[in-house]
């Protein structure tokens, strides 16, 4: 390795725009086995799956629907 470097001619990635970013996200032990499995049926990444599921139902604007029982 050299002892310094020149980045003076350096340019800024055009592509980092589509980096993904690191964050922390809690999810139930049944989740994660579920898409655990299907990462080793696939074989692929769980966190992978994860993120083209989220993708998927961000491009399609899919929304939750969730239905609260009152406390009785």
Avoid: H
């Amino acid at each position: 390795m050299r002892k310094e470097y020149d980045f003076s001619k350096a340019t800024k990635n055009p592509y980092a725009k589509f980096f993904k970013k690191q964050v922390t996200i809690r999810l139930d032990e049944a989740t994660i086995k579920y898409f655990k499995k299907m990462a080793d049926e696939l074989g692929m990444p769980y966190q992978t799956i994860i993120n083209l599921y989220l993708r998927d139902c961000a491009a399609t604007a899919r929304r939750l629907s969730i239905n609260w029982k009152p406390a009785a």
